[in-house]
């Protein structure tokens, strides 16, 4: 489909040539996916990118996978999946105001935490003992997406996902900018679920943290925003002030010692590494007897591909599963279903 001798996609490939800064990554120029494909109409390849990790499995699981806050009941708390629309959104508000890629940025936001375990953080320390070679989720994001899912991505958007984490460097800005929408995304919100848990009181935090970035969540993710753009503004990084980045770092170290480390979102840590360790065990003995030839690197892999990708209800349920005596009658009786079918007229 042609309008006026040019599909859309090369419509908005010119609209990026024009519009977008020097610095950006245009999708025309993409380095590419491994295994070549015919262009798209309608989409560029970061657009298909995007499109590609939103319709993935991975994704749609994260919305079962723990943030900080181990299954709460509460429907309002983060979970791993509104964590990384909260990031997207981040992301493409700083890349749109320095004139960068908004798809590319949007993509490797959606991605960067697809190798996120079940519980969290504490889920991943676990799979780092467990696994010879350690666990890192993104390195498991980049696997997902290239062999598990094999989504065929561009070299882009995975060198994107696999460098948004601190000790690492991605090649593109639009990297960049995931990477630091990342840290705004969870510190802000970390804060808003915490006090919502009553494990701290909006006045615990440093007075100086609230006067420099203000004691609501809008204001103080504005703050952020508005010294980024400013300061990496037709830049070839993306950076904040010295003093908002020493603000950052001290209101960040405050939610480790006071929140991450050290509180009752702590309690059932031990508890839900032990699930994983043993499932992880369970299943590697399973898979040596089922397959006898196979080398234990390769049974231990297998299943930390499979557990690590579980949701927080569904390794519970594996783990009631494979441990726990069922009882003689399992029935569901359902009663607030037919409470619900009587109160609507149903017959």
Partial sequence: MKIDGKTVRERI????????????????????????????????????????????????????????????????FRTR???????SQ?????????????????????????????FGHSGERVLNELMPAGYKHNVQSVRIVTFIEDLNLTQETIDGILNHSYDYNPSTLEGKVVRIADKIAYINHDIQDAIRAGII???D????????????????????????????YGKDTILMSDECFKQFIKLR????DNVYNNSPAKQAEDKAQN????????????LKRIYPSSSEKDVMQTVCDYVSGMTDRYVLIKFEENFLPEPLIQKNHDEFLYKLAEMNGLK
């Fill in 13 to 76: 490939e010119e609209q990026e040539r024009l519009n977008l800064s020097a610095l950006a990554s245009k999708s025309c120029c993409t380095k590419g996916r491994k295994r070549f494909e015919e262009p798209c109409e309608l989409r560029t390849e970061f657009q298909r990118d995007r499109d590609r990790i939103l319709h993935s499995k991975a994704f749609r699981r994260l919305k079962h996978k723990t943030q900080v806050f181990f299954s709460p009941y509460d429907d309002h």
């Fill in 81 to 87: 999946m509104t964590h990384t629309l909260e990031v």
């Fill in 90 to 118: 981040i992301a493409r508000t700083i890349s749109r105001a320095l004139n960068l890629n908004e798809d590319l940025t949007e993509a490797i936001a959606l991605g960067h935490d697809l190798g996120h375990t079940p």
């Fill in 201 to 203: 009181k909006i006045e």
């Fill in 205 to 232: 935090i440093p007075k100086e943290s609230i006067e420099y970035f203000s004691s609501q969540n809008r204001i103080r993710i504005t703050k952020f925003l508005n010294d980024i753009v400013e300061n990496s």
């Fill in 253 to 256: 170290e405050w939610m480790f």
């Fill in 275 to 286: 699930v994983i360790k043993m499932l992880f065990e369970y299943y590697c003995e399973e």
